[in-house]
């Protein structure tokens, strides 16, 4: 099959200044055929929540922030033996009457692009002595003794120590690398496509890497500055107090601007309570170009949303069921979280391990569940959300619809509850794999009596009989010391604010504690 090509010319801006102009060769990839041209196309990337956790793991004093960006990714990467790709001439570069190029490497447009540059990643970072986390193939570690004199470090033996929160500072007669405060040097990094965010106690090991990548002459690394932006989030990192802020200031900028709202008035809220979506006449006929532009509007306030403001999920995850038919009215009432964000552009999410609240120890996990049983119009399913914190903020959250019907509320807050429960495992299996070890169940901070004595006993009969067998594992996580259901007044229940619109006071209390600019009142 003989796919044709085309440049693809732009200009490149680093933090909205102008840097360079680009210029590339595109393989037409949607002319390629499964089966013939390629046989795999899909590639890991770090989700968000794995990026956000491991920063907020590493809120340590004397832990810096690296962004390492890959040149030329995708021409770096070999094409698998099996896999023949053949182009039109390029053009501008005429080859003569029945001739064709032959692939030998991946180039920006195939459809196994991604896949053949991790597998290349993958095979050159391990060679360079990183390690891959088992629970995550996009982040990879390397451990090393940093006390003279002692014998290799294992996994086991950082379990052991209690963790960074708890080492002692080496002195610096005592080290093994000079720029490392630590027993144990550390590196972690976490592959986005071919962006490379890397956490690191010890410069020297990040050199030793960066020779090792260049010695192996395979992948082009260079470094970026420290991780702002990386991902379009500015991540800004302070070593001595190990506070590390996300925010997207900039793109919350681009945002207003491109739907010209630059002279508009802020708003205090995303939503207000007193708007009832339900209640909104939808046209039997969509309007195409409002249509199209609600769905991009609601895109690009997912990105925000998902990335670094919690405080508006609940808005975006309502305003997100009408896709198909919005209407002017919608369309205004997205333009209000716009207006909301305009307004807290600036605000941070901030991790810092000396701001954990009372009982929690730095680097434990501990979250939050709600759910509004029966709230959506007309198919009455349930919204349900959850916050997970860690330092002394939240890096994991949602706000969703539930899939099955609720018979109870309990029977919401049950779903809210395993579905918390599902994400905190992912997050403690990552957390113990880098040695930031979990040493008790996670508390889930829980404001329904019914739903906890539900998960605790396990006794699902009578009214709760028909509870499907999905949501019954929060049961043994119980058992099995993962999680730890923790009673919780519904006035000090964060996660409520993702479930349903809130006046102004609560909404912007619940929002200060979510985003550590206060602390959470102690739980006993």
């Given at each position: 099959?003989?796919?044709?090509a085309?440049?693809v010319?732009?200009?490149?801006?680093k933090?909205?200044?102008?840097e360079r102009h680009?210029?590339?060769?595109?393989?037409?990839?949607?002319?390629q055929?499964?089966g013939?041209?390629?046989?795999?196309?899909?590639?890991p990337?770090?989700?968000?929540?794995?990026?956000?956790?491991?920063?907020?793991?590493?809120?340590?004093?004397f832990?810096?922030?690296?962004?390492l960006d890959?040149?030329g990714?995708?021409?770096s990467?070999?094409?698998?033996?099996?896999e023949q790709?053949?182009l039109?001439p390029?053009?501008?570069?005429?080859?003569?009457?029945?001739?064709?190029?032959k692939l030998?490497?991946?180039?920006?447009?195939?459809?196994?692009s991604?896949l053949a540059f991790?597998?290349?990643?993958?095979e050159?970072?391990?060679k360079c002595?990183?390690?891959m986390?088992?629970?995550?193939?996009?982040v990879?570690y390397?451990?090393a003794q940093?006390i003279k004199g002692q014998?290799?470090?294992?996994?086991?033996?950082?379990?052991?120590?209690?963790g960074f929160?708890?080492?002692?500072i080496?002195?610096r007669?005592q080290r093994v690398?000079a720029s490392c405060?630590?027993?144990?040097?550390?590196?972690?990094l976490v592959?986005?496509?071919?962006?490379?965010g890397?956490r690191?106690?010890c410069?020297e090991?990040?050199?030793?890497f960066?020779?090792?990548?260049?010695?192996d002459g395979?992948?082009?690394l260079?470094r970026?500055?420290?991780?702002n932006?990386?991902?379009?989030v500015?991540y800004?990192?302070?070593?001595l107090?190990g506070e590390i802020?996300?925010d997207q200031?900039p793109y919350?900028d681009?945002?207003?601007g491109?739907w010209g709202?630059q002279?508009?008035?802020?708003?205090k809220?995303?939503?207000h309570p007193?708007?009832?979506?339900?209640?909104i006449?939808?046209?039997?006929?969509?309007?195409?170009?409002?249509?199209?532009?609600?769905a991009?509007?609601i895109?690009?306030?997912?990105f925000?949303?998902?990335?670094t403001?919690p405080?508006?999920?609940?808005?975006?995850?309502g305003?997100?069921r009408?896709?198909?038919?919005a209407t002017s009215e919608?369309f205004t009432?997205a333009k209000?979280?716009?207006?909301?964000?305009?307004?807290?552009?600036?605000?941070?999410?901030v991790?810092?391990?000396?701001?954990?609240?009372?009982?929690?120890?730095?680097c434990?996990?501990?979250a939050?569940?709600?759910?509004?049983?029966a709230?959506?119009?007309?198919?009455?399913?349930?919204?349900?959300?959850?916050?997970?914190?860690?330092?002394?903020?939240?890096f994991?959250?949602?706000?969703?619809t539930?899939?099955?019907?609720a018979?109870?509320s309990a029977?919401?807050?049950l779903i809210?509850?395993?579905?918390?429960?599902?994400?905190?495992?992912?997050?403690?299996k990552i957390?113990n794999?880098?040695g930031?070890h979990?040493w008790?169940?996670t508390?889930i901070?829980?404001?329904?009596q019914g739903?906890?004595?539900?998960a605790?006993?396990g006794?699902?009969?009578?009214?709760?009989k028909?509870?499907?067998?999905r949501?019954?594992?929060?049961?043994?996580y119980?058992?099995?010391?993962?999680?730890?259901?923790?009673d919780?007044p519904r006035?000090?229940?964060?996660?409520d604010?993702g479930?349903?619109?809130?006046?102004?006071p609560?909404?912007?209390s619940?929002?200060k504690?979510?985003y550590?600019?206060?602390a959470?009142?102690?739980?006993e």
């Amino acid at each position: 099959n003989l796919i044709g090509a085309k440049w693809v010319f732009k200009l490149k801006f680093k933090n909205n200044e102008y840097e360079r102009h680009k210029a590339r060769i595109v393989a037409l990839g949607y002319l390629q055929r499964a089966g013939k041209d390629y046989f795999a196309s899909f590639s890991p990337t770090a989700s968000y929540v794995t990026i956000r956790l491991i920063l907020a793991l590493t809120a340590l004093p004397f832990w810096y922030c690296v962004d390492l960006d890959a040149t030329g990714a995708f021409i770096s990467a070999p094409l698998p033996p099996n896999e023949q790709v053949y182009l039109k001439p390029i053009p501008g570069f005429p080859l003569g009457a029945g001739k064709c190029l032959k692939l030998l490497r991946t180039i920006y447009g195939l459809k196994q692009s991604p896949l053949a540059f991790y597998r290349l990643c993958k095979e050159v970072y391990t060679k360079c002595d990183l390690k891959m986390l088992e629970s995550d193939e996009c982040v990879f570690y390397r451990y090393a003794q940093n006390i003279k004199g002692q014998p290799p470090l294992t996994v086991e033996n950082l379990i052991e120590s209690g963790g960074f929160h708890t080492m002692p500072i080496v002195p610096r007669e005592q080290r093994v690398y000079a720029s490392c405060h630590y027993p144990v040097a550390c590196l972690i990094l976490v592959l986005y496509v071919d962006n490379n965010g890397v956490r690191h106690n010890c410069s020297e090991l990040l050199e030793e890497f960066e020779a090792a990548v260049k010695a192996d002459g395979r992948i082009d690394l260079h470094r970026e500055g420290d991780m702002n932006p990386f991902l379009s989030v500015r991540y800004l990192c302070d070593p001595l107090t190990g506070e590390i802020t996300a925010d997207q200031e900039p793109y919350i900028d681009a945002l207003v601007g491109r739907w010209g709202m630059q002279d508009a008035h802020p708003n205090k809220l995303p939503l207000h309570p007193s708007v009832d979506l339900t209640s909104i006449n939808l046209p039997a006929v969509p309007d195409a170009k409002i249509t199209g532009l609600y769905a991009q509007l609601i895109g690009e306030l997912m990105f925000v949303a998902i990335n670094t403001h919690p405080a508006i999920v609940q808005a975006v995850n309502g305003l997100a069921r009408f896709m198909t038919n919005a209407t002017s009215e919608l369309f205004t009432h997205a333009k209000g979280v716009v207006r909301y964000l305009k307004g807290h552009k600036s605000r941070k999410i901030v991790f810092n391990s000396a701001k954990v609240p009372h009982p929690f120890q730095p680097c434990e996990l501990y979250a939050f569940s709600d759910a509004s049983w029966a709230d959506v119009i007309p198919s009455r399913k349930s919204t349900y959300a959850y916050l997970i914190f860690c330092n002394g903020a939240a890096f994991s959250w949602k706000s969703a619809t539930a899939t099955t019907l609720a018979l109870s509320s309990a029977e919401a807050e049950l779903i809210a509850l395993c579905a918390c429960a599902a994400d905190i495992a992912y997050c403690r299996k990552i957390a113990n794999e880098l040695g930031f070890h979990q040493w008790r169940p996670t508390w889930i901070h829980e404001d329904n009596q019914g739903a906890k004595q539900l998960a605790e006993s396990g006794n699902f009969r009578g009214k709760s009989k028909h509870f499907e067998l999905r949501y019954r594992f929060l049961v043994d996580y119980i058992r099995r010391g993962i999680v730890f259901i923790k009673d919780i007044p519904r006035q000090r229940q964060l996660a409520d604010i993702g479930c349903a619109a809130r006046a102004f006071p609560q909404f912007d209390s619940f929002c200060k504690q979510i985003y550590g600019e206060e602390a959470i009142p102690a739980s006993e």
